[in-house]
């Protein structure tokens, strides 16, 4: 403001981006004191007035959570439904009570205590369950407090301000939403806390985990980059410029981006399409939710094996999370160990990715192939319809029919000791490796579904480890032998009347996607971050324009040009 | 007055959801309702007490119900757990 511009120093202050976008606006520092309630002694004549406070205090408590589900999606409301709980616990009204008549204590005093009784054994717990919700028990604690004692300590925040605090509550970020602020920035919290989700949920430009924060930042201009995790104090008028043309376009692009994920998934043509989600650890469910995805096309099973948690018993636990962590179904693709994800013991070999992966190696290591089939069947017991297994590497047909036979004894062995099972999980194949793909209209005879991994094939078919950078520029997923391939697959899928998905890196790019869907395919799978922009490119095209793209492509000679016709096929 | 024992099937044990499915439900029973676990008895209708037993999965628990609903709490409350306090339907 009165600053002379030499004496600007632009200072950056780190974290972990949880909420996109870029704010511009002047910082306002929330620096809560942590409050200390003592206690104070009352009059036997003063207990009904401390208990009437009480009662008057927990209604605006709740009509305050109330007011606050409404701008909230469903995860978010569910956390102030919980908190809904804990306010009204009668427990809680029991130790109050008990404060003012027994202890003859002020009602401020029987309300910090008593849920600093909680919070204590929330810690002690150790639980790493609780660790979030003890951030929040503390707030609502202190806003109770406010409450009884009158006190309208709400948070108020400038309109556009980038605001910067050590943590805060859910009831807190929705004030400061009202408030109309530009940013968020937070010294504590991770990518799921509650402030987080609901930075998401609001669309609030956030980052969190910026060390310090609250001591570095005073006052005065500030640049928010909640793309790269940067805050950014008294930027230079350069910089400012520069952010304020970025901010034009991620505010739009966001904008955009918020319609096509709501939006149907149809091309112009009305044909509808389906985009799921490959995942491979629990926490990335957070993002499937937050891109409106309700299947997994692929999920990834190894790191069980790798980090030791295989037994049949946590990953029954795994399967389950997920299945609950999200509405529709899940691809389970079987531990495929080998090639470039070993971690190991037995003996090297001289070419790994020809090597003992995949099926090959479970139908060797039987006990684990059965513990994950076992696993599955029963998971899939509780969740019937949900469940499918893809099973990886599949290069010859023997295999077919031998994993086959694993899988009925499985199911077998199951239902005699009076094990409930999903006796109908589509089994399907990986295709990925060039054999496979040649034969596809033999394989199609044994199973429900295809699912082609592009970048496998990619690197069989071009004879190309995708890891060494020797010969990366050789590595080319859009290369017409990849598409042939491809094309085949589809083919002996749809003679077959077998479903048939894309799960590799081709389907989550958009001329991959184009051109998949004009081979015929509707079903593509994806990391969720690529989700929009595939989908975006999906809806603006009609069903004949994806067809003679296709045809371009399999009738170009390298993938030079296939790149250069989809950038003229694409602008118009 | 009546007890039973029962084994929490949650991947993910009794955390802040299940923990507030358990009280939502129990609240609407008059009979008063105990979880005992490891030695500690907490009122099954508050959520902070169901909270602080940091109950894991496959951790076993114990509920006494004592009223004129007691029959119908404890098959209410017992079927809710069996089926994972609802959790697999989101």
Not at chain 1, 111 to 127: A, F, M, N
Not at chain 1, 315 to 343: N, P
Not at chain 2, 40 to 52: A, E, P, Q
């Amino acid at each position: 403001m009165s600053n002379n511009e030499g004496a600007l120093v632009e200072k950056v202050v780190h974290g972990t981006p949880v909420s996109s976008g870029i704010a511009i606006g002047n910082v306002q520092v929330f620096d809560k004191v942590k409050r200390h309630v003592l206690p104070k002694s009352i009059l036997n004549t003063q207990i009904p007035l401390h208990k009437e406070n009480f009662k008057n205090a927990r209604q605006l408590l709740i009509q305050e959570l109330d007011e606050m589900l409404v701008h909230l999606d469903k995860t978010s409301a569910e956390i102030i439904e919980s908190q809904k709980h804990i306010v009204l616990d009668p427990e809680i009204e029991r130790m109050v009570h008990k404060t003012i008549e027994v202890d003859l204590q002020g009602v401020d005093y029987a309300v910090y205590s008593t849920y600093s009784i909680y919070i204590e054994k929330l810690k002690e717990s150790g639980s790493e369950l609780f660790q979030q919700r003890i951030v929040d028990l503390e707030n609502l604690r202190d806003r109770f407090v406010d409450l009884v004692c009158e006190d309208d300590n709400s948070i108020e925040a400038r309109k556009g301000a980038i605001v910067i605090a050590k943590e805060l509550s859910p009831t807190e970020l929705v004030q400061l939403h009202e408030n109309g602020i530009a940013g968020l920035v937070l010294e504590k919290g991770g990518l799921t806390s509650h402030a987080a989700l609901i930075a998401r949920a609001l669309g609030i430009p956030c980052i969190v985990n910026a060390k310090n924060a609250t001591l570095k930042a005073k006052n005065g201009k500030a640049i928010l980059d909640g793309v790269d995790g940067r805050l950014i104090l008294k930027p230079s008028k350069e910089l400012v410029t520069e952010y304020k043309l970025k901010h034009k376009n991620t505010s739009q692009r966001r904008k955009q981006l918020q319609k096509s994920i709501t939006g149907l998934s149809r091309t112009k043509s009305g044909t509808n399409f389906t985009l799921s989600a490959n995942l491979e650890f629990l926490p990335e469910i957070d993002q499937v939710n937050f891109f409106g995805i309700s299947d997994i096309g692929l999920l990834r099973t190894e790191w069980l094996l790798l980090s030791g948690k295989a037994s049949e018993k946590e990953q029954a636990a795994f399967y389950e999370q997920i299945l609950e962590g999200i509405k529709g179904t899940v691809v389970v693709r079987l531990f495929d160990v080998g090639g470039d994800k070993l971690g190991e013991k037995k003996g090297e070999e001289a070419n790994p990715f020809l090597g003992w992966r995949g099926i090959r190696r479970l139908l060797d290591e039987q006990d684990v192939l059965r513990s994950q089939l076992k696993a599955l069947f029963k998971t899939a017991g509780k969740y019937p319809g949900r469940l499918k297994i893809l099973v990886p590497m599949i290069s010859v047909e023997e295999e077919v029919i031998e994993v086959k036979k694993v899988i009925e004894e499985v199911k077998n062995e199951l239902t005699e000791v009076g094990i409930k099972i999903d006796s109908n999980v589509p089994l399907g194949l990986m295709i990925e490796v060039p054999s496979a793909a040649l034969i596809a209209n033999k394989l199609a005879k044994h199973v429900e579904f295809f699912s082609i991994g592009t970048n496998d094939l990619a690197q069989y078919t071009l004879a190309v480890d995708r890891g060494n950078s020797k010969i990366s520029a050789l590595f080319q997923h859009h290369h017409p032998a990849v598409w042939y391939l491809i094309k085949l697959v589809v083919k002996a899928a749809q003679a077959n009347k077998i479903e048939v998905s894309v799960c590799g890196e081709l389907a989550g790019d958009t001329l991959g996607a184009c051109g998949l869907f004009g081979l015929g395919i509707r079903d593509l799978s994806m990391s969720p971050s690529s989700i929009t922009k595939v989908k975006e490119e999906l809806i603006a095209h009609t069903d004949s324009e994806f067809e003679n793209l296709a045809d371009e492509i399999l009738s170009a000679s390298n993938s030079e040009q296939i790149i250069s016709y989809f950038s003229n096929w694409k602008a118009h | 007055m009546i007890k039973k024992k029962i084994t929490i099937i949650n991947p993910s044990g009794l955390h802040a959801r299940p923990s507030a499915a358990l009280v939502k439900a129990a609240s609407k029973f008059k009979s008063s309702f105990y979880i005992h676990l490891y030695g500690y008895r907490v009122n099954g209708k508050s959520i902070l007490g169901v909270m602080t037993l940091a109950a894991e999965y496959g951790a076993e628990l114990e509920f006494e119900f004592d009223g004129e609903d007691e029959e119908e709490a404890m098959a209410t409350i017992t079927a809710l757990v069996a089926d994972k306090f609802g959790m697999h339907d989101e």
